[in-house]
C-alpha cells in the first residue's frame, strides 16, 4: 500500500496511474494522521511553491511531515515534493519550506530557455536503490523553472546539466526526492518508481556516467480532436484547418487508441486538440476528460490538452471560469492546457488596457499549477506586405517573395480555429503571453498546416527569437529531414506533427533514429 499526498493542485492523477500500472494500491492523505500511518509516502508536486506551501499548512499536514521525514521513513518526493523539503524558495520569499534539508531552491538564470522543460539526463552522484535495472544514460522528463541547492553536498544523489550543473535528485537515508516527473518519464521513470516502491533494492551506482548531460529536442505527436458527423469522438486532420473531405469530418482513428500507439512508438509528448472547443459544452461531461482519464491510464509521457480553455457560461447559466475548466482538465490526468483564442482576446485587451489586468486565464492558471503547465497555442497566418511601413505590425523580410512581390510579412493571430482573423501579430502575441505567465508557445501555421512542405521557419526563428520560453514548431512536417532543418536552422526546443504520423507515413521512431547523432533526442533502441 502507497500513501500519496494530494494537496489540490497539481497533477496526482499521473503518479497514481503509474503506481497502479505497477500493481500496487493507492491510498490518499485525507486527514493529517494519515501521514504518520503511511507505510510508504509519495509527494508529487506540481505548481507554485508558495500555493504548495500554504495548502500545506492550511491542511495541516507541515507538522507530521516533518515528524515522517525525520522519523527516516519511506519517502519520495517529485519535483515540488523535492522543493519543499528545503528552508524556502526563491519563487515565493518569506514562505518557509518543511525545512528538513538546508538550502534554499533558486530560479534558473541560464541562457536556455526556462523553464525547462523536456527529456534530460541524470548523472548519479552516489549508490542508491532507486537506480537498479539503470544503465546511466537514461533520459527523464523535466518541467521547472526552480532547482534546489543544498547546503550539504552529501545529500546530493543526481546532478543534471542544464547549462549550469543543478541537483536533479537528493537521498537521505531513506527519504530520497527527484526534480523529474519518473510517472512521465515513460518505461524508465516506471522503474525508478518501481525500485522505490520495491523499497529492498541495495544501493547501486549506475555504470555509465556521461561527462555531460543534455536536454533533448522533443518530438510531439498532436490528435486535433471533434465529434464527426455521426457524434463520435474522432481524430481529425485538417488541410490548411479544413478537416472535411467531400462534406466529410476525416476520420484518422480513435483518440485514446493512438495516444497509444504515439507513446509505444516512442514520442515525447503527446497533445489533444479539441478543435471545436470555441463551441458551448457542458463542464461535466466534456467527452475530453474521459479521452485523457483513459488515455493516462496507460500512457506514461506528458499529455496537453488544449481547446476550449476559457471562462464561458453552460446550457443552465451556470458560469465558469477559465481556471475551473482548467483544473477539470488537470484532474483528468493533463499535465499542461493549451490555449488558443482566448490567448488572443487577452493580449488584444491587454494591448488596449496598456498593462496586465491579473485576472487572465494566462495569470490565473499560471499562479495556481505554474508557467510550466500554461501553453499558449497559435494559428497564425502569413500576410504579406509591400514595406515594412505598409502594416502597423512589425514584419520580417521574408526569402519566399508573395504573390506580387512582396518582400516583407506579418503573421496575423486567428481564432475560432483559423475561422477569424484578428489584428494582432504572432510576434507580439508570444511576448505578451510569456509576460503574463505562460511557459511555452505552441506554434502553428495555417499556410503549412496539413501541406507536407516542411515547418514555417522564418516564423518559428521570429518567434522564438523574441521569447526566452520554449517553443514547440508545428504544421507542415513531410519527412525526417524536416524535424533536421526546423532543430539546425531555428532554437525551437520541440517540433510537433500530426498527418504524417496517422497516415504511417513516416513513424515517430523513424524520426527519431534519423535525427540520432546529429541532434540530441531520447532515444528508445
Ligand atoms: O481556440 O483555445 O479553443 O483552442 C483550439 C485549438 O484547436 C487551438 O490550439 C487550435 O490550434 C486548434 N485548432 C482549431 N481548429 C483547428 C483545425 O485544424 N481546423 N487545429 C485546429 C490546429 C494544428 C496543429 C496540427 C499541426 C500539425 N491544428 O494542431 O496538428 O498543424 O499538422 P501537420 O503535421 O499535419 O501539418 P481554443
Redesign the pocket.
Same mark, same amino acid.
Given at each position: 500500500m502507497v500513501t500519496v499526498l494530494d494537496y489540490g493542485a497539481g497533477n496526482v492523477r499521473s503518479v497514481v496511474n503509474a503506481i497502479r500500472s505497477l500493481g500496487r494500491d493507492v491510498r490518499f492523505v485525507e486527514r493529517p494522521e494519515d501521514i504518520l500511518q503511511a507505510e510508504r509516502l509519495v509527494f508529487p508536486g506540481v505548481g507554485a511553491f508558495g500555493e504548495m506551501m500554504r495548502v500545506l499548512r492550511h491542511r495541516g499536514y507541515v507538522e507530521p511531515l516533518v515528524a515522517y521525514l525525520n522519523a527516516d521513513r519511506p519517502f519520495l518526493g517529485i519535483c515540488l515534493g523535492l522543493q519543499a523539503l528545503f528552508q524556502g524558495s526563491e519563487e515565493a520569499p518569506g514562505e518557509d519550506g518543511l525545512g528538513f534539508l538546508p538550502g534554499i531552491v533558486r530560479r534558473f538564470r541560464v541562457d536556455l530557455a526556462v523553464p525547462h522543460i523536456g527529456w534530460n539526463g541524470f548523472r548519479a552522484r552516489k549508490p542508491s536503490g532507486l537506480f537498479h535495472g539503470l544503465e546511466g544514460n537514461e533520459r527523464v522528463y523535466f518541467v521547472h523553472s526552480y532547482y534546489v541547492d543544498p547546503e550539504d553536498p552529501s545529500v546530493v544523489l543526481a546532478v543534471t546539466d542544464y547549462s549550469v550543473a543543478f541537483v536533479s535528485a537528493v537521498q537521505q537515508g531513506r527519504v530520497a526526492a527527484v526534480q523529474f516527473h519518473p510517472e512521465k518519464s515513460g518505461p524508465v521513470g516506471l522503474k525508478i518508481l518501481e525500485n522505490f516502491l520495491d523499497g529492498k533494492a541495495a544501493p547501486v551506482l549506475p555504470p555509465v556516467v556521461e561527462p555531460k548531460t543534455e536536454p533533448a529536442k522533443r518530438i510531439i505527436a @498532436?490528435l486535433?480532436v471533434r465529434a464527426n458527423d455521426q457524434g463520435d469522438l474522432v481524430v481529425t486532420?485538417?488541410d490548411r484547418?479544413?478537416?472535411r473531405e467531400q462534406g466529410h469530418v476525416r476520420n484518422l482513428g480513435k483518440p485514446v487508441d493512438l495516444a497509444r500507439r504515439y507513446y509505444e512508438e516512442g514520442a515525447d509528448e503527446i497533445?489533444f &486538440?479539441?478543435?471545436t472547443?470555441?463551441r458551448d459544452f457542458p463542464l461535466k461531461d466534456l467527452p475530453m476528460l474521459e479521452v485523457l482519464r483513459r488515455t493516462s491510464e496507460k500512457v506514461f509521457v506528458p499529455l496537453t490538452i488544449?481547446?476550449?480553455?476559457?471562462d464561458y457560461t453552460d446550457k443552465d447559466g451556470t458560469r465558469y471560469g477559465a481556471l475551473q475548466v482548467a483544473s477539470e482538465y488537470f484532474r483528468s490526468g493533463a499535465d499542461k492546457v493549451?490555449?488558443?483564442?482566448?490567448?488572443v482576446a487577452i493580449v488584444e485587451e491587454v494591448l488596449k488596457a496598456g498593462g496586465p489586468t491579473g485576472r487572465s486565464a494566462i495569470e490565473e492558471i499560471s499562479r495556481v499549477y505554474g508557467s510550466q503547465a500554461v501553453v499558449v497555442?497559435i494559428?497564425p497566418r502569413r500576410v504579406y506586405a509591400a514595406s515594412p511601413g505598409a502594416v502597423p505590425h512589425p514584419v520580417i523580410e521574408t526569402d519566399t517573395p508573395g504573390p506580387n512581390g512582396e518582400r516583407f510579412c506579418w503573421y496575423q493571430c486567428t481564432?475560432?480555429?483559423?475561422r477569424e482573423g484578428r489584428d494582432v501579430d504572432a510576434v507580439t502575441l508570444a511576448r505578451v503571453c510569456e509576460d503574463l505567465g505562460a511557459g511555452e508557445i &505552441?506554434l502553428? @501555421?495555417i499556410d503549412?498546416?496539413?501541406?507536407?512542405l516542411g515547418f514555417d521557419l522564418e516564423l518559428i526563428r521570429a518567434v522564438r527569437e523574441a521569447v526566452t520560453i520554449p517553443v514547440i514548431a508545428?504544421?507542415?512536417?513531410g519527412c525526417a529531414d524536416h524535424f533536421l532543418e526546423v532543430f539546425t536552422k531555428t532554437r525551437a526546443e520541440a517540433a &510537433?506533427?500530426?498527418?504524417?504520423f496517422h497516415r504511417r507515413e513516416v513513424g515517430i521512431g523513424e524520426v527519431k533514429a534519423f535525427l540520432h547523432g546529429k541532434v540530441p533526442v531520447r532515444w528508445i533502441a
Open positions: @498532436c486535433d486532420k485538417g484547418y479544413d478537416v497533445t &486538440l479539441n478543435i472547443g470555441f488544449g481547446g476550449g480553455i476559457r493549451s490555449i488558443g483564442s482566448d490567448a497555442s494559428d481564432v475560432k480555429g483559423g &505552441l502553428n @501555421c503549412r498546416d496539413g501541406t507536407n508545428s504544421s507542415g512536417a &510537433l506533427a500530426a498527418g504524417i
